[in-house]
Protein backbone atom coordinates (compact mmCIF):
# COMPACT_ATOMS: atom_id res chain seq x y z
CA UNK A 1 0.00 0.00 0.00
CA UNK A 2 2.66 2.32 1.05
CA UNK A 3 4.75 1.58 -1.54
CA UNK A 4 2.42 1.87 -4.13
CA UNK A 5 1.22 5.48 -3.08
CA UNK A 6 5.23 6.28 -3.23
CA UNK A 7 5.46 5.31 -6.84
CA UNK A 8 2.34 7.06 -8.07
CA UNK A 9 4.05 10.36 -5.91
CA UNK A 10 6.99 9.59 -7.54
CA UNK A 11 5.19 9.29 -11.46
CA UNK A 12 3.67 13.04 -10.52
CA UNK A 13 6.69 14.38 -10.01
CA UNK A 14 8.30 12.90 -13.67
CA UNK A 15 4.99 14.51 -14.99
CA UNK A 16 5.39 17.10 -13.70
CA UNK A 17 9.02 18.16 -14.25
CA UNK A 18 8.06 17.23 -18.03
CA UNK A 19 5.95 19.89 -18.42
CA UNK A 20 7.98 22.02 -20.03
CA UNK A 21 8.90 19.69 -22.26
CA UNK A 22 5.59 20.04 -24.37
CA UNK A 23 6.36 24.01 -24.79
CA UNK A 24 5.77 24.73 -27.96
CA UNK A 25 7.17 27.80 -30.31
CA UNK A 26 4.80 30.79 -30.06
CA UNK A 27 3.52 31.73 -33.50
CA UNK A 28 0.98 33.96 -32.48
CA UNK A 29 0.96 37.32 -33.14
CA UNK A 30 3.30 40.59 -31.11
CA UNK A 31 1.93 41.31 -27.89
CA UNK A 32 3.35 43.30 -26.15
CA UNK A 33 4.59 42.07 -22.90
CA UNK A 34 7.18 43.37 -20.10
CA UNK A 35 9.95 42.58 -22.04
CA UNK A 36 11.60 46.13 -21.70
CA UNK A 37 11.19 46.44 -17.64
CA UNK A 38 12.81 42.61 -17.92
CA UNK A 39 15.66 44.32 -19.91
CA UNK A 40 16.08 47.29 -17.31
CA UNK A 41 15.95 44.77 -14.89
CA UNK A 42 13.23 46.40 -12.75
CA UNK A 43 11.26 43.31 -12.73
CA UNK A 44 13.77 41.58 -9.98
CA UNK A 45 12.58 44.74 -7.68
CA UNK A 46 8.95 43.69 -7.78
CA UNK A 47 10.56 40.27 -6.74
CA UNK A 48 12.81 41.18 -4.50
CA UNK A 49 9.74 43.07 -2.34
CA UNK A 50 7.47 40.17 -2.55
CA UNK A 51 10.39 37.65 -1.82
CA UNK A 52 11.06 40.77 1.56
CA UNK A 53 6.83 40.22 1.85
CA UNK A 54 6.99 36.69 1.84
CA UNK A 55 9.78 36.30 4.09
CA UNK A 56 8.30 38.77 7.11
CA UNK A 57 4.64 36.92 6.90
CA UNK A 58 6.51 33.49 7.23
CA UNK A 59 8.61 34.53 10.10
CA UNK A 60 5.88 35.80 11.79
CA UNK A 61 3.43 32.80 11.16
CA UNK A 62 7.40 30.71 12.54
CA UNK A 63 7.22 32.92 15.66
CA UNK A 64 3.43 32.04 16.30
CA UNK A 65 3.52 28.28 15.82
CA UNK A 66 6.86 28.52 18.67
CA UNK A 67 4.99 30.61 21.02
CA UNK A 68 1.73 27.69 20.68
CA UNK A 69 4.22 25.10 20.88
CA UNK A 70 5.35 26.94 24.07
CA UNK A 71 1.50 26.93 25.30
CA UNK A 72 1.09 23.67 24.70
CA UNK A 73 3.92 22.81 27.06
CA UNK A 74 3.06 24.40 29.85
CA UNK A 75 -0.08 22.86 29.60
CA UNK A 76 1.14 19.12 30.01
CA UNK B 1 1.08 15.92 11.10
CA UNK B 2 -0.70 18.56 13.59
CA UNK B 3 3.24 19.56 15.26
CA UNK B 4 5.54 17.93 12.15
CA UNK B 5 7.70 20.68 10.42
CA UNK B 6 8.85 19.43 7.29
CA UNK B 7 5.67 20.44 5.18
CA UNK B 8 5.99 23.44 6.81
CA UNK B 9 9.68 24.18 5.30
CA UNK B 10 8.15 22.86 2.25
CA UNK B 11 5.70 25.23 2.33
CA UNK B 12 8.28 28.18 2.40
CA UNK B 13 10.48 26.85 -0.35
CA UNK B 14 7.24 26.26 -2.70
CA UNK B 15 5.65 30.12 -1.82
CA UNK B 16 9.25 31.27 -2.57
CA UNK B 17 9.54 29.28 -5.66
CA UNK B 18 6.13 30.41 -6.86
CA UNK B 19 7.02 34.04 -6.28
CA UNK B 20 10.47 33.95 -8.00
CA UNK B 21 9.67 31.66 -10.98
CA UNK B 22 6.26 32.99 -11.18
CA UNK B 23 7.68 36.75 -12.01
CA UNK B 24 11.15 35.48 -13.74
CA UNK B 25 9.18 32.58 -15.88
CA UNK B 26 8.67 33.08 -19.51
CA UNK B 27 4.83 33.29 -19.85
CA UNK B 28 2.93 33.25 -23.86
CA UNK B 29 2.02 36.67 -25.05
CA UNK B 30 -1.67 36.88 -25.33
CA UNK B 31 -3.69 40.22 -25.88
CA UNK B 32 -5.18 42.20 -23.22
CA UNK B 33 -4.11 39.99 -20.08
CA UNK B 34 -0.21 40.25 -21.22
CA UNK B 35 1.66 40.18 -18.19
CA UNK B 36 -1.57 39.85 -15.70
CA UNK B 37 -1.53 35.95 -16.65
CA UNK B 38 0.79 35.60 -14.12
CA UNK B 39 -2.42 36.32 -11.43
CA UNK B 40 -2.90 32.47 -12.30
CA UNK B 41 0.02 31.94 -9.42
CA UNK B 42 -2.03 33.82 -7.41
CA UNK B 43 -5.97 34.78 -7.73
CA UNK B 44 -6.47 31.39 -8.70
CA UNK B 45 -4.29 29.72 -6.29
CA UNK B 46 -6.56 31.30 -3.55
CA UNK B 47 -9.61 29.63 -5.56
CA UNK B 48 -7.33 26.08 -5.47
CA UNK B 49 -6.42 26.19 -1.85
CA UNK B 50 -10.17 27.41 -0.69
CA UNK B 51 -11.61 24.15 -2.23
CA UNK B 52 -9.10 21.75 -0.33
CA UNK B 53 -9.37 23.65 2.99
CA UNK B 54 -13.59 23.82 2.52
CA UNK B 55 -13.61 19.95 1.81
CA UNK B 56 -11.56 19.29 4.42
CA UNK B 57 -13.76 21.00 7.08
CA UNK B 58 -16.65 19.19 5.61
CA UNK B 59 -15.24 15.84 5.86
CA UNK B 60 -14.31 17.13 9.82
CA UNK B 61 -18.40 18.07 9.83
CA UNK B 62 -19.32 14.40 8.32
CA UNK B 63 -17.18 13.11 11.02
CA UNK B 64 -18.06 14.88 14.02
CA UNK B 65 -22.19 13.56 12.57
CA UNK B 66 -20.77 9.83 12.75
CA UNK B 67 -19.07 10.39 16.22
CA UNK B 68 -19.66 13.60 18.40
CA UNK B 69 -16.21 14.69 19.38
CA UNK B 70 -15.74 18.31 20.41
CA UNK B 71 -11.86 17.89 18.64
CA UNK B 72 -13.88 17.21 15.08
CA UNK B 73 -15.86 20.25 15.56
CA UNK B 74 -12.88 22.37 16.00
CA UNK B 75 -10.94 21.20 12.65
CA UNK B 76 -14.15 21.40 10.86
CA UNK B 77 -14.17 25.47 12.37
CA UNK B 78 -10.81 26.26 11.52
CA UNK B 79 -10.67 24.65 8.36
CA UNK B 80 -13.77 26.23 7.11
CA UNK B 81 -12.36 29.61 8.55
CA UNK B 82 -9.12 29.89 6.69
CA UNK B 83 -11.25 28.70 3.51
CA UNK B 84 -13.01 31.67 3.94
CA UNK B 85 -10.34 33.84 4.37
CA UNK B 86 -8.47 32.57 1.32
CA UNK B 87 -11.94 32.92 -0.72
CA UNK B 88 -12.58 36.42 0.24
CA UNK B 89 -8.60 37.13 -0.77
CA UNK B 90 -9.90 35.64 -4.37
CA UNK B 91 -13.24 37.82 -4.64
CA UNK B 92 -10.81 40.70 -3.82
CA UNK B 93 -7.90 39.91 -6.14
CA UNK B 94 -10.17 38.83 -8.76
CA UNK B 95 -11.69 42.01 -9.18
CA UNK B 96 -8.15 43.95 -9.02
CA UNK B 97 -7.25 41.83 -11.99
CA UNK B 98 -10.76 42.59 -13.94
CA UNK B 99 -10.42 45.98 -13.03
CA UNK B 100 -7.31 46.33 -15.65
CA UNK B 101 -8.01 43.71 -17.97
CA UNK B 102 -12.14 43.34 -18.66
CA UNK B 103 -12.62 47.20 -18.00
CA UNK B 104 -14.35 46.91 -14.52
CA UNK B 105 -13.62 46.27 -10.98
CA UNK B 106 -16.87 44.69 -11.01
CA UNK B 107 -18.89 43.66 -14.33
CA UNK B 108 -21.62 41.31 -12.41
CA UNK B 109 -19.62 38.10 -14.38
CA UNK B 110 -21.67 34.86 -13.47
CA UNK B 111 -19.07 33.54 -11.97
CA UNK B 112 -18.51 36.79 -9.82
CA UNK B 113 -22.12 36.39 -8.62
CA UNK B 114 -21.39 32.55 -7.76
CA UNK B 115 -18.23 33.47 -6.13
CA UNK B 116 -20.00 35.93 -3.65
CA UNK B 117 -23.36 33.95 -3.30
CA UNK B 118 -20.83 31.05 -1.79
CA UNK B 119 -18.98 33.16 0.32
CA UNK B 120 -22.08 34.66 1.89
CA UNK B 121 -23.29 31.17 2.61
CA UNK B 122 -19.92 30.85 4.34
CA UNK B 123 -19.72 34.24 6.44
CA UNK B 124 -23.97 33.00 7.32
CA UNK B 125 -21.90 29.57 8.70
CA UNK B 126 -20.10 31.42 10.96
CA UNK B 127 -22.99 33.97 12.09
CA UNK B 128 -25.87 30.84 12.61
CA UNK B 129 -23.15 28.69 14.71
CA UNK B 130 -22.49 31.89 16.79
CA UNK B 131 -26.30 32.41 17.03
CA UNK B 132 -26.66 29.00 18.99
CA UNK B 133 -25.26 29.18 22.77
CA UNK B 134 -25.53 25.62 23.41
CA UNK B 135 -21.83 24.09 22.54
CA UNK B 136 -23.36 20.42 21.30
CA UNK B 137 -25.68 22.00 19.42
CA UNK B 138 -23.72 24.52 17.91
CA UNK B 139 -21.19 21.82 16.70
CA UNK B 140 -24.35 19.36 15.37
CA UNK B 141 -26.30 22.09 13.66
CA UNK B 142 -23.08 23.77 12.67
CA UNK B 143 -21.91 20.23 10.66
CA UNK B 144 -25.49 20.02 9.53
CA UNK B 145 -24.70 23.29 7.58
CA UNK B 146 -21.23 23.46 6.00
CA UNK B 147 -22.68 20.31 4.64
CA UNK B 148 -25.40 22.22 2.82
CA UNK B 149 -22.82 24.81 2.37
CA UNK B 150 -20.28 22.93 0.52
CA UNK B 151 -23.35 20.86 -1.25
CA UNK B 152 -23.92 24.91 -2.42
CA UNK B 153 -20.54 25.47 -3.45
CA UNK B 154 -20.57 23.88 -6.84
CA UNK B 155 -23.37 24.97 -8.49
CA UNK B 156 -22.41 28.34 -7.89
CA UNK B 157 -18.67 28.18 -8.42
CA UNK B 158 -17.74 25.61 -10.65
CA UNK B 159 -21.72 24.62 -12.71
CA UNK B 160 -23.78 27.65 -12.93
CA UNK B 161 -20.70 29.95 -14.45
CA UNK B 162 -20.09 27.27 -17.15
CA UNK B 163 -24.01 27.26 -18.07
CA UNK B 164 -23.85 30.43 -18.99
CA UNK B 165 -21.86 33.19 -21.09
CA UNK B 166 -19.13 33.88 -19.32
CA UNK B 167 -15.93 36.42 -18.93
CA UNK B 168 -13.80 33.95 -16.59
CA UNK B 169 -12.57 31.03 -18.92
CA UNK B 170 -14.84 27.48 -19.14
CA UNK B 171 -17.94 29.48 -19.97
CA UNK B 172 -19.75 29.84 -23.25
CA UNK B 173 -17.70 31.97 -25.98
CA UNK B 174 -16.37 34.27 -23.33
CA UNK B 175 -12.87 34.29 -22.46
CA UNK B 176 -10.55 31.93 -24.19
CA UNK B 177 -7.10 32.99 -22.81
CA UNK B 178 -6.84 30.27 -20.35
CA UNK B 179 -8.31 26.82 -22.41
CA UNK B 180 -4.97 25.68 -22.78
CA UNK B 181 -2.79 26.69 -19.93
CA UNK B 182 1.06 26.82 -21.18
CA UNK B 183 3.36 23.87 -20.02
CA UNK B 184 6.06 26.37 -19.05
CA UNK B 185 3.27 27.70 -16.88
CA UNK B 186 1.74 24.47 -15.50
CA UNK B 187 5.30 23.80 -13.87
CA UNK B 188 4.94 27.07 -11.50
CA UNK B 189 0.90 26.06 -11.15
CA UNK B 190 1.35 22.47 -10.43
CA UNK B 191 4.26 22.09 -8.46
CA UNK B 192 4.25 25.71 -6.56
CA UNK B 193 1.30 27.95 -6.57
CA UNK B 194 -1.11 24.88 -5.60
CA UNK B 195 0.92 22.96 -3.26
CA UNK B 196 2.64 26.53 -1.75
CA UNK B 197 -0.88 28.02 -0.95
CA UNK B 198 -2.67 25.37 0.33
CA UNK B 199 0.01 24.25 2.67
CA UNK B 200 0.27 27.93 3.95
CA UNK B 201 -3.54 27.64 4.61
CA UNK B 202 -3.03 24.48 6.32
CA UNK B 203 -0.55 25.76 8.65
CA UNK B 204 -2.54 28.62 9.49
CA UNK B 205 -5.29 26.38 10.52
CA UNK B 206 -3.48 24.22 12.28
CA UNK B 207 -2.15 26.49 14.90
CA UNK B 208 -5.83 28.27 15.43
CA UNK B 209 -6.64 24.34 16.03
CA UNK B 210 -4.15 24.21 18.26
CA UNK B 211 -4.68 27.22 20.00
CA UNK B 212 -8.56 26.41 20.49
CA UNK B 213 -7.50 22.66 21.64
CA UNK B 214 -4.80 24.73 24.19
CA UNK B 215 -8.14 27.35 25.32
CA UNK B 216 -9.89 24.01 25.72
CA UNK B 217 -7.80 22.26 28.21
CA UNK B 218 -7.52 25.17 29.94
CA UNK B 219 -11.28 25.72 30.82
CA UNK B 220 -11.86 21.77 31.46
CA UNK B 221 -8.60 21.80 33.63
CA UNK B 222 -10.27 24.42 35.45
CA UNK B 223 -11.25 23.00 39.48
Known sequence: MYTKFR??????????????????????????????????????????VLVTILAGVMFYVIRLDRKIGKLEKELK | MLRQTWWKILCVL?????????????????????????NLYFHVAMWMAMMVFLSVSVVYAILYLRKPSHVYDIYSLEYAKVGIVFGTLGIITGSEWAGFTWGAFWSNDPKQLGAVIAMLIYYAYLVFRNGIPDIDKRARLGAVYNIFAFAMLFPTIWILPRMVESLHPGGMGGNPAFNDLDPRMALVWVAGAIPGWTLLGIWIATLRIRLALVEEKKYSNRP
Do not use: H, S
Open chain 1, 7 to 48: KLLILFFCWVLALPVMAQADTTQKVEMADGLRANGKIYVVVL
Open chain 2, 14 to 38: LLAYTVIAGFLGTVPAKPIVNETIR
